[in-house]
């Protein structure tokens, strides 16, 4: 695929957004010393939703993604560009 479709294509932001969560989620374990069941515990998300995050399957709300980044002691920050701009 040509990378300018590939930009205008739902599947590459999830696809980004998926894989910005899951590096996150495990430099948090790796810095705190925690495994996926601590990390369970410590953020009030279950095993299933921990699981697809690290399986990079995951499919949050705003809500969700929001609660996520403060249980990891992040602020989520939401941008949006013009997609002409996007390199």
């Known amino acids: 695929m040509e990378r300018t479709a590939l930009i205008r294509s739902q599947e590459y932001w999830l696809s980004k957004i998926q894989i910005d969560l ?3 989620v495990e430099k948090f ?3 705190n ?3 996926p069941t601590q990390l369970e515990q410590s953020s009030g998300f279950s095993r299933t939703q921990i699981s697809q995050i690290l399986d990079g399957d995951a499919n949050l ?3 969700e993604l929001v609660d996520l980044s403060l249980a990891l002691r992040l602020v ?3 941008s949006f560009e ?3 701009s996007v390199k």
């Open 22 to 24: 899951f590096n996150e």
């Open 29 to 31: 374990m790796k810095k």
């Open 33 to 35: 010393e925690l495994n």
């Open 61 to 63: 709300t705003i809500s």
């Open 76 to 78: 989520p920050h939401l």
């Open 82 to 84: 013009d997609l002409s």
